[in-house]
């Protein structure tokens, strides 16, 4: 027998033995997939944002068969979709009725918020910060729109004409999912969400005492202390030159509101549409 008769002999053998080796280990180790895992994934909006906590949609539907998730974890879907995953899934779910959406904390635009520089780097409301800013109030919005680009359901604009840097950007309620994108892309922390129905809200988060903070944004909170001595059951509180609302315990009404002197705080919707 010639040598390269042998060799392909023995080649063969060997695929052979390495392919039964293959067989025999896709049976012992065969991982069993729930087809309700695959069912879950197609009812989900697909958007892969992180919303839910969970990396992915497909992560979310593991965690709502296998590890008793939530089946109102996902603030795209809203009730609609949590009420037919309870439905699916055997679990159960009441509809509170109450939507959220984000709020942007802040109202420092051109004509209201001082700029001590011209900011000219990387168009990048993280790389603006990390730069030292672009106002003279460190806390608030540098308008470079990271949130914008973060949010794929086109709930945050911005007006074209005013340029970047000079404005904050503005809410689309109706189509703000509470996703969260835009929550975790802010690099000031300003962005939060909260239920539709808690009507006011401080909208700043300068510690700066009083007169720096007045100097640097005329919408600034100036821990006056007015809408704390106007607001029942320690619905709002100081902290760090700050008034803030207790939101465990919502009792803030107009009158807490009223004579705020700079309108930091404030029932309307600001930057909202």
Request: charged share 20%; with cysteine; hydrophobic share 40%.
């Amino acid at each position: 027998m010639s040598s390269v008769l042998v060799a392909s002999l023995s080649s063969g053998l060997i695929a052979l033995f390495f392919a039964f080796l293959l067989i025999f280990a896709s049976k012992v180790f065969k991982v069993e997939v729930d087809e309700r895992v695959e069912d879950v994934i197609g009812m989900l909006p697909g958007v892969n944002c992180g919303g839910c906590g969970f990396a992915g949609c497909a992560q979310f539907a593991n965690a709502l068969v296998f590890n008793d998730g939530a089946v109102n974890g996902c603030p795209v879907g809203g009730p609609a979709l949590a009420t037919d995953l309870a439905g699916y899934l055997g679990k159960a779910f009441e509809d509170t009725g109450i939507k959220t959406r984000a709020y942007i904390f802040c109202q420092g635009h051109k004509d209201v918020a001082a700029s001590n520089q011209e900011y000219l780097g990387v168009k990048s409301c993280t790389a603006v910060v990390i730069a030292g800013g672009n106002k003279e109030c460190s806390y608030g919005c540098v308008g470079y729109f990271d949130c914008l680009a973060s949010c794929d359901f086109g709930a945050i604009t911005v007006d074209s004409k005013l340029g970047m840097g000079n404005q904050i950007p503005t809410i689309v309620e109706d189509k703000c999912t509470s996703c969260g994108a835009c929550v975790k892309a802010c690099p000031l922390n300003l962005i939060e969400i909260h239920p539709v129905n808690e009507q006011y809200h401080v909208y700043c988060k300068s510690r700066d005492k009083g007169a720096i903070a007045k100097k640097a944004c005329s919408k600034a909170c100036i821990a006056c202390n007015i809408c704390i001595k106007n607001t029942k059951e320690d619905g709002m509180f100081l902290d760090r030159n700050l008034a803030v609302i207790n939101y465990d315990n919502y009792s803030i009404t107009e009158e807490s509101v009223a004579k705020c002197p700079t309108k930091a705080i404030t029932g309307e919707r600001a930057n909202s549409v």
